[in-house]
């Protein structure tokens, strides 16, 4: 073929008052539904019919100018930018990273925890920011406590030993869940084994060593009445908090005695929100907002309607009833949570991964290391928000990314992150890799959002049936529907008997026939 030979023109199904009807359109509405049988006479020519009529309406309501009405364009607008997003993520690949924090769920680690904070001093005299510089001498702390560890000492004498009020903190976790630590720790956590000691691991403000004492399934969810006896003050005294467990106990006692437990919380419980619902509180699950000793003793119940001893808190002493255990945690029942959970935080680029890996294959994506390197180095020496960082790095005009038919440099990338620093690192590489992170994700998308209907005719397609069935309904609802029930048959046929004289139609019967089963 020549170069000025034309492009191969898509057979025609039917034309409407001069407007074509491309096969390709004509199959896909074919398949909506309980699709058409093509090999049958009877229900190809009922399609054709209604398909017929449908775009004799869509005609009308053009030549009335519907589709120019403000209220139309604004509504095919937000449709057009839901089905967008349909393309500019990869759900598949979405499902798959949700699957993962699902499975972490399901399983949770106990673990010992000694962390080492950057010095307070440095964050207020750096404004939080911290350099490869200021890293080592943390650092090299954190590894002289994991080389004790390795040479024999026990990981809880390495920790209490070196807890201090400033800057060590050493904890027993009875449970870590997913999202409770950043997620570089996260990641780390569950891939190690009961026994396992973590070598230093860097967060946002320091260092972290772990030992995973064991893997516990997850409890589920709880549902408890407790009665609830309050301190009459925030910081009570020894007196007052022993009046208040004595007060506690002797409801206690009438509760063990047989006395119905709702009655006695209407009747006893300070807790006056829910004292009138027999003291039925919402299910509590591990990781909530409640405090560490109910969640504690009320996961210990075993039994439904078991009840424990008084069981202090800050605010007072509260006796539980078990009044139901779930103990199966279902994906559907979480997914919304965890999706939630990962958008707001460092989980975010899991989310887009699979869907930023094709789309930079499709689109040549390319990111320049050695450029890329340069910048780092730099950040090595300035935070990326220091204006030493930025006037050096604005005088980088190396090409740093490549994407489709466009060109980033050094110093489009610096423009990009004195706009947008998106970040919550206070450690200098992290925090612009985040930002490149955030770069490289506005980029793909925007090269395949603009590729979505030079690549997608599928798109194009459900544009276009939003845009037929928009109009229709509009056009149907001024004729038809806003008319009194006893009247719409006639109107209806009266309406297309209008449209049959009034817009002409041809139907490409050769072609159709030739339509395989779809």
Same mark, same amino acid.
């Given at each position: ?30 398949k909506?539904?309980?699709? =058409? ?24 309501? @053009?030549a #009335? ?22 393309y $500019?993520?990869?759900?598949? &690949?979405?499902?798959?990273v ?7 769920? *399901? ?7 000694i ?14 920011? =911290?350099? /490869?510089?200021?890293?080592?001498a ?8 994991w080389q004790?560890? #390795? ?6 004498? /390495? ?7 400033? /800057? ?8 870590? *869940?997913?999202?409770q *630590? ?17 070598? %230093? ?12 004492? #064991?893997?516990?399934?997850? %409890? ?7 009665? $609830? ?5 925030? @910081? ?23 006395d ?30 409640v ?44 997914? &919304? ?5 990962m ?13 930023e890996e094709?789309?930079k ?35 980088m ?5 490549h994407?489709? /038919? ?26 612009? #890799? ?36 928009? $109009? ?18 006639? $109107? ?27």
């Open positions: 073929m020549t170069a000025q030979a034309k492009e191969k023109k898509e057979p025609v199904v039917m034309t409407v008052s001069g407007k074509d009807v491309p096969l390709s359109e004509f199959i896909f509405m074919a909506q539904g309980n699709g =058409v049988d093509f090999k049958d006479k009877k229900s190809v020519r009922e399609f054709v019919e209604l398909y017929k009529i449908m775009k004799l309406k869509v005609v009308d309501a @053009e #009335q100018t519907i589709h120019q009405l403000p209220r139309f364009e604004e509504e095919l607008e937000k449709l057009s930018l839901q089905l967008q997003a349909s $500019l993520n990869d759900q598949s &690949g979405v499902d798959s949700m699957q993962v924090i699902y499975k972490q769920m *399901l399983n949770i680690p106990s673990v010992k925890h962390y080492f904070r950057y010095p307070m001093e440095l964050l207020k005299k750096q404004q939080g920011r =911290v350099l /490869t510089r200021d890293t080592v943390l650092y090299e702390i954190a590894l002289a406590a004790r560890i #390795q040479n024999g000492e026990s990981f809880e004498e /390495t920790g209490l030993s070196l807890k201090n009020d400033s /800057t060590i903190s050493y904890w027993d976790s009875p449970y870590i *869940l997913p999202f *630590l950043p997620k570089t720790l996260n990641d780390y956590l569950f891939t190690m084994k009961p026994g396992d000691i973590s070598i %230093p691991v860097r967060s946002r403000l320091g260092f972290h060593l772990f030992q995973v004492d #064991q893997f516990n399934p997850n %409890p589920g969810k709880v549902k408890i009445a407790h009665i $609830l006896s309050e301190f009459p003050s925030i @910081e009570p005294s020894e007196d007052e908090i022993s009046e208040v467990r004595q007060k506690s106990e002797t409801i206690y006692r009438k509760a063990m005695a047989g119905d437990f709702a009655e006695l919380a209407k009747t006893f419980s300070d807790d006056t929100i829910n004292a009138q619902n027999g003291g039925l509180l919402p299910e509590i699950a591990l990781g909530m907002d405090f560490r000793s109910i969640e504690t003793a009320a996961f210990a119940l075993e039994n439904i309607g078991d009840i424990s001893k008084p069981i202090q808190s800050p605010i007072g002493f509260h006796i539980l009833k078990l009044i139901d255990h779930n103990t199966s945690i279902l994906f559907d029942e979480v997914a &919304g949570s965890i999706l939630e959970a958008q707001k935080s460092d989980h975010f680029f899991d989310l887009y991964r699979s869907f094709r789309t294959v499709r689109h040549d994506f390319v990111l320049h290391t050695e450029a890329y390197e340069e910048l780092q180095r730099l950040a090595d020496e300035y935070f990326p928000l220091d204006s030493n960082f930025i006037n050096r790095a604005m005088e005009d190396k090409l740093l990314v994407c489709d /038919t466009f060109d980033w440099t050094q110093a489009d990338f610096v423009h990009y992150l004195q706009i947008k620093p998106r970040s919550t690192h206070m450690y200098s590489l992290d925090f612009m #890799q985040d930002v490149m992170n955030y770069f490289t994700h506005e980029i793909v998308t925007e090269m395949e959002k603009r590729s979505i209907e030079r690549d997608y005719p599928e798109f194009n397609l459900t544009m276009q049936s939003y845009y037929d069935g928009t $109009l229709l309904f509009e056009i149907s609802n001024k004729r038809i529907w806003s008319r009194p029930p006893e009247e719409q048959d006639e $109107l209806e046929a009266e309406w297309v008997r209008e449209l049959n004289e009034k817009y002409p139609v041809s139907i490409n019967w050769k072609v159709i026939n030739k339509i395989k089963n779809v």
